[in-house]
């Protein structure tokens, strides 16, 4: 009787393995969980009273109306980080998860300006790390160097000596103006008769 229940429980495992169960049919198969687009979305205030964010949708960026729905007041949270960054001159952006909606809200100057429902925050992209530091450059091992010699007692200095006066300077006396030169007599004649 053993080995008849065994075939027996083995059989309905088989057959209930190949077989769908009720639960199967009734649930509908798992999906992967679809990603929701980031958009980017900046705090640009205009210097008129339109809204100061923008959406950026393909390579404009659009001025739109958020409203929250993240449950967290993320958009008041937004506000002041735009303000804050904007006092320091700078333009702030997030990466959020939202939806623009089909409807408008006109500003005081009558610009259509439609709303963004602000979901969450998108996950940080996560840094690449950086490279790892090249390994410093191997240098040859430290040789024992010869013990210096103590230091000797240099000789004393020859105190400096003072250079002798300068002697004035010199002045060549005026050139004398050219004379003629006496006439030379010219030597006697010679008599004749006398050596």
Same mark, same amino acid.
């Given at each position: 009787?053993?080995?008849?229940?065994?075939?027996?429980?083995?059989?309905?495992?088989?057959?209930?393995?190949?077989?769908?169960?009720?639960?199967?049919?009734?649930?509908?198969?798992?999906?992967?969980?679809?990603?929701?687009?980031?958009?980017?979305?900046?705090?640009?205030?205009?210097?008129?009273?339109?809204?100061?964010?923008?959406?950026?949708?393909?390579?404009?960026?659009?001025?739109?109306?958020?409203?929250?729905?993240?449950?967290?007041?993320?958009?008041?949270?937004?506000?002041?980080?735009?303000?804050?960054?904007?006092?320091?001159?700078?333009?702030?952006?997030?990466?959020?998860?939202?939806?623009?909606?089909?409807?408008?809200?006109?500003?005081?100057?009558?610009?259509?300006?439609?709303?963004?429902?602000?979901?969450?925050?998108?996950?940080?992209?996560?840094?690449?790390?950086?490279?790892?530091?090249?390994?410093? +450059?191997? #240098? =040859?091992?430290?040789?024992?160097?010869? @013990? %210096? /010699?103590?230091?000797? *007692? &240099?000789?004393?200095? !020859?105190? $400096?000596?003072?250079? +002798?006066? #300068? =002697?004035?300077?010199?002045?060549?006396? @005026? %050139? /004398?103006?050219?004379? *003629? &030169?006496?006439?030379? !007599?010219? $030597?006697?004649?010679?008599?004749?008769?006398?050596?």
């Amino acid at each position: 009787m053993g080995g008849a229940l065994g075939s027996l429980l083995l059989g309905t495992v088989l057959l209930g393995s190949l077989l769908p169960t009720a639960t199967a049919q009734l649930l509908p198969p798992l999906e992967p969980p679809r990603e929701e687009p980031c958009l980017p979305l900046r705090y640009n205030p205009p210097a008129c009273e339109c809204t100061p964010f923008e959406v950026r949708q393909g390579d404009l960026w659009s001025r739109v109306v958020l409203l929250d729905d993240s449950g967290a007041d993320l958009v008041r949270t937004l506000v002041a980080e735009g303000k804050r960054d904007a006092g320091l001159g700078k333009v702030t952006t997030w990466a959020i998860v939202g939806a623009v909606t089909s409807r408008v809200e006109r500003c005081p100057l009558g610009h259509p300006h439609p709303r963004l429902e602000v979901r969450r925050l998108c996950a940080p992209v996560p840094e690449e790390p950086l490279p790892a530091p090249a390994p410093p +450059p191997t #240098a =040859a091992p430290p040789t024992a160097a010869p @013990p %210096a /010699a103590p230091p000797t *007692a &240099a000789p004393p200095a !020859a105190p $400096p000596t003072a250079a +002798p006066p #300068a =002697a004035p300077p010199t002045t060549a006396p @005026p %050139a /004398a103006p050219p004379t *003629a &030169a006496p006439p030379t !007599a010219a $030597p006697p004649a010679a008599v004749p008769g006398e050596p």
